[in-house]
């Protein structure tokens, strides 16, 4: 199991990271990201997210929270 569950991490580390590549190419991301810091920021903040919502935070205050970390990245 723990195999399946660290190539999934794997996966979206890796997909997460080359979006960063992405955006710092075409310029909605700051050129400084570093894309495997910032995957893993994401996918961290995924995960939190998915804690407070378990926890009965409000969608709002969800979002809110979302866009901090989005914000983070921009140019």
Do not use: W, Y
Request: aromatic share 2%.
């Amino acid at each position: 199991m723990r195999n399946i569950l660290d190539r999934f991490l794997h996966d979206q580390l890796s997909l997460v990271a080359d979006a960063v590549r992405a955006g710092r190419l075409d310029g909605t991301l700051r050129a400084e990201v570093a894309p495997n810091e910032a995957a893993l920021m994401v996918v961290s903040a995924i995960s939190g997210i998915r804690v407070l919502a378990q926890a009965g935070t409000m969608p709002a205050e969800l979002c809110k929270v979302a866009d901090l970390h989005i914000d983070s990245l921009k140019a």
